[in-house]
């Protein structure tokens, strides 16, 4: 913190004239800092300072002793920037104005160090000194003013510090100021303006420091207000102050109040009955007052309650009413005690009472009033017991069957039964509990170590059991070869799950041309792709895993069309045709190199088909089309 404008004049004070010999030498010690370019009413703070010592050199006595000590002035961010300029003697007025006309403000603001070394070239420890401090900051190199001034007062022979806050706002700086003056016996005085800093200089400069002058009385009234609210609320506060280093009141009621404070630096603290919260503010009484000194509460916080047991099975429904707000967004939770997430929620608008799904394992809980889901309060500690938790399964199943497993549990909404990989999270088939006791789980394809889990509400695995899964047999018996479009009997021995199938397609692809369900019988035939190559059949496990996969040649098919090699537009025609004759086998006619026609027939055994040409002429193209997805074969032909 800076101190932008500083002048301490240690003067001779006297009521009556004194003898020069009687006079204490003094030191004026001028602030050089950089923040003297300050501004007040368009002119800069140093040359209001300088204007303001001149004016004042000329009413001092002719025989005061009298120097100068000037701080910051020299170098930038300096603390021992200080330096006398001018010697304690008399007739030095004229030296000292030459001198303070000169400064360039460039430092910091030593401010309380330049008093002890004014105060040492007045050698303050043998003779009376008396100091007249102007300022409008904060002392930036020494942590504690009050202590400086109380060594100084200590040290001294009579030594005295006024002080004028000249455009002071800072609470804390006219604090330092107020503690300088009362522990070295001064005054303290605030200025404003020119004007103001002259008038309390004058003053200042005139008055005998002995005795002080009767403080005067400055109105003061105290009031506590909630939030952003500017009204006092009506509800109890009990008020404290102290200040100028005693307690002025103590739990004094009411909400305002007023008192009657000198000068100073003041703490006051209000305690709010209702909500049971304290709060404190610095602030500074000065000037002639009347002071308005307002603490702000926080915002109170609506009162809620919770009615509910003191103890409840984990994992159960529970129960639960309330007195709150229910504002929108309130809502009830149930979590750990001392941990603020929370396990388990309902919202207020969702009756009175209302029920809360509890954590499924025991221990020490708290369910929570929480205000506009943000704001715990009311609290209401419950205490969770073991819940009933089994599972019953047979040791060793087969890889794909179906197997069952009786269950005690909360069976609340997503609870499910789960089979897994041991050790994990991640499953290859649920039920949920919902469905019946027992319930039906199908075993992984792959054989190996498992376990069989109860899953709360489908988000905590709350029990796990192993179970071992053994091989399983799978078996497909076909022709090694078959020609293209043709029929494929396939006899097979697998699980049988929902989905399971017998499919064939490209080898070592996951794609197939045809499946068909294995519920439709132990032997399923199967249409070969039209296009020759390597294929296999495989046994799809529930229609997500091929368990086993087997190869087959596919040769090319027959495929052959016979028609005339022109047509009269808009004419009925007969194809005769050669091919696998599959379900949505069909002869089209339709444009060159396309896929789409203008007219088609279903072979479905009939050979020849009847085909109707195009109205418009051109050349055109014939197409055997395989299971109406593929085109096997095409041949052109003219329409007249």
Request: hydrophobic share 35%.
């Amino acid at each position: 913190m800076r101190l932008p404008f500083l002048i301490t004049c240690m003067l001779a004070v006297g009521a009556t004239p004194l003898l020069a010999q009687e006079r204490p030498s003094a030191i004026l010690v001028l602030d050089g800092s950089g923040s003297m370019w300050g501004q007040i009413d368009g002119t800069a703070k140093i040359t209001i300072a300088q204007d303001v010592v001149q004016q004042l050199l000329t009413t001092l006595p002719g025989e005061q002793a009298l120097g100068l000590t000037v701080y910051g002035h020299r170098r930038k961010g300096d603390c021992s920037d200080i330096e006398t300029l001018v010697t304690p003697g008399a007739g030095t007025r004229d030296q000292i104005a030459g001198a303070v006309r000169g400064i360039k403000p460039k430092g910091k603001t030593p401010m309380a160090d330049a008093v002890v070394a004014a105060a040492q070239a007045l050698r303050h420890t043998e003779e009376a000194a008396t100091v007249i401090l102007v300022s409008d900051g904060i002392e930036t190199c020494v942590p504690d003013v009050c202590a400086v001034a109380r060594m100084l007062e200590e040290t001294g022979v009579n030594f005295t510090a006024h002080v004028v806050g000249f455009d002071v706002k800072d609470p804390e700086a006219l604090a330092q100021m107020q503690c300088l003056a009362d522990e070295t016996g001064g005054t303290f005085r605030s200025a404003a303006n020119a004007s103001e800093l002259a008038a309390a200089l004058t003053t200042v400069a005139a008055a005998p420091p002995e005795p002080e002058p009767e403080p005067v009385p400055i109105p003061t009234t105290f009031r506590a207000v909630e939030g952003d609210a500017s009204t006092a609320f009506d509800d109890p506060v009990l008020w404290s102050l102290n200040g100028n280093g005693s307690a002025v009141f103590d739990a004094v009621q009411g909400n305002p109040v007023t008192q009657d404070l000198t000068e100073g630096s003041y703490t006051a603290t209000a305690y709010r009955l209702i909500t049971e919260t304290e709060v404190s503010r610095q602030f500074v009484a000065v000037g002639a007052g009347p002071i308005e000194v307002v603490l702000t509460f926080p915002q109170a916080l609506p009162k809620a309650r919770i009615i509910a047991p003191d103890s409840a099975i984990a994992g159960s429904t529970l129960s639960v009413g309330w007195d709150g707000p229910n504002e929108a967004g309130d809502n009830i939770q149930i979590g750990l005690v001392g941990d603020t997430s929370y396990l388990s929620y309902t919202y207020t608008k969702d009756g009175n009472p209302l029920t809360l799904i509890l954590p499924p394992h025991p221990g020490s809980y708290e369910l929570r009033y929480v205000l506009n889901d943000r704001e715990t309060i009311a609290t209401y500690p419950i205490a969770l017991t073991e819940p009933e938790l089994a599972l019953s399964h047979p040791d060793t199943v087969e890889a794909g069957s179906s197997f069952q497993v009786t269950w005690a549990g909360p069976n609340q909404g997503g609870d499910n039964i789960q089979i897994g990989p041991r050790g994990s999270d991640s499953y290859t088939g649920y039920q949920y509990t919902n469905k019946g006791n027992p319930v039906t789980l199908i075993a992984p394809a792959e054989p190996g170590d498992y376990e069989i889990r109860y899953s709360f509400r489908d988000r905590k695995n709350i029990l796990r059991l192993p179970i071992t899964v053994t091989a399983m047999t799978v078996t497909l018996e076909f022709p090694a070869t078959v020609e293209g479009g043709q029929v494929i009997p396939v006899t097979w021995i697998g699980p049988n799950q929902g989905g399971d199938n017998i499919q064939i397609g490209p080898a070592g692809s996951d794609t197939y041309t045809h499946y068909v369900y294995t519920r439709e019988g132990s032997t399923v035939n199967l249409v070969a792709p039209i296009q020759p190559g390597n294929y296999e059949v495989r046994y799809s496990f529930r229609d997500r895993e091929n368990i086993l996969r087997m190869p087959l040649t596919v040769t090319a098919p027959e495929i052959s069309l016979i028609a005339p090699e022109s047509v009269a537009a808009g004419s009925q025609f007969q194809v005769g045709w050669k091919g696998p004759d599959q379900g949505g086998d069909n002869i089209q006619i339709g444009p060159v190199d396309s896929d789409s026609y203008t007219n088609y027939a279903y072979t479905r055994g009939k050979n020849p088909v009847t085909l109707t040409a195009p109205d418009t002429p051109g050349t055109y193209e014939l197409r055997y089309k395989f299971r109406d997805r593929e085109t096997a074969m095409r041949q052109t032909i003219e329409v007249k």
